[in-house]
């Protein structure tokens, strides 16, 4: 029942304080990061905003839980992955990158009952659903990339607009590059792990 109010009303207000106590307006009762941590995986939709300022700063509460989380040993984000994520910050294609991140994870998270399901199956006989399942995967960020390779320079797919190759390749390749290494060192890491069980 409360869920549905959620829905209706919009997202839970959590306001943070300078002392940095986060106050649940909902239930009238401070939180802590691991009680957001919580609302987030149940699906509960808040706002973060600062006391005084009524600032929205759920960004950063975010991030911060993300911190507090790798802090632990949750490790999730490989370091490749972070640093190519700064490197993005300032670049011709920074725009495009949260729109990108969004539409991966959103298909993951689409998956991830059917992902769930066929590593099940894969222990129980060979890894091959596995595979097909991340090359699926694969094959939506690189077509997820594609779509923005028009909006880049000339010759940012490293081939000049007439169509050869270029002597060097544009940063924004390299880039490219380097994430579809992460996603193959991803897909391994899978198979990997089925295979152990």
């Given at each position: 029942?409360?869920?549905?109010?959620?829905?209706?009303?919009?997202?839970?207000?959590?306001?943070?304080?300078?002392?940095?106590?986060?106050?649940?307006?909902?239930?009238?009762?401070?939180?802590?990061?691991?009680?957001?941590?919580?609302?987030?995986?149940?699906?509960?939709?808040?706002?973060?905003?600062?006391?005084?300022?009524?600032?929205?700063?759920?960004?950063?509460?975010?991030?911060?839980?993300?911190?507090?989380?790798?802090?632990?040993?949750?490790?999730?984000?490989?370091?490749?992955?972070?640093?190519?994520?700064?490197?993005?910050?300032?670049?011709?294609?920074?725009?495009?990158?949260?729109?990108?991140?969004?539409?991966?994870?959103?298909?993951?998270?689409?998956?991830?009952?059917?992902?769930?399901?066929?590593?099940?199956?894969?222990?129980?006989?060979?890894?091959?659903?596995?595979?097909?399942m991340t090359r699926q995967n694969l094959q939506l960020f690189e077509n997820a990339m594609a779509m923005f390779?028009?909006?880049?320079?000339?010759?940012?797919?490293?081939?000049?607009?007439?169509?050869?190759?270029?002597?060097?390749?544009?940063?924004?390749?390299?880039?490219?590059?380097?994430?579809?290494?992460?996603?193959?060192?991803?897909?391994?890491?899978?198979?990997?792990?089925?295979?152990?069980?």
């Amino acid at each position: 029942m409360s869920e549905d109010k959620n829905k209706n009303d919009g997202p839970v207000v959590i306001k943070k304080y300078a002392n940095r106590r986060l106050y649940n307006t909902q239930t009238s009762s401070y939180v802590t990061l691991d009680h957001l941590a919580a609302m987030v995986k149940e699906g509960t939709e808040f706002e973060v905003q600062d006391a005084r300022t009524g600032e929205d700063i759920t960004r950063s509460v975010l991030t911060q839980i993300i911190f507090e989380e790798e802090a632990k040993g949750q490790s999730l984000l490989p370091i490749k992955f972070l640093r190519q994520l700064i490197r993005f910050y300032g670049d011709s294609l920074q725009t495009f990158v949260p729109g990108y991140l969004d539409m991966s994870m959103d298909s993951f998270t689409k998956n991830q009952g059917a992902m769930r399901d066929r590593i099940a199956e894969a222990l129980g006989g060979g890894n091959q659903m596995v595979e097909n399942m991340t090359r699926q995967n694969l094959q939506l960020f690189e077509n997820a990339m594609a779509m923005f390779t028009p909006f880049g320079v000339p010759g940012a797919t490293g081939k000049p607009e007439g169509g050869k190759p270029a002597g060097k390749p544009a940063q924004g390749t390299e880039d490219i590059a380097d994430l579809k290494e992460e996603m193959e060192a991803m897909r391994r890491q899978l198979a990997e792990l089925s295979q152990r069980k």
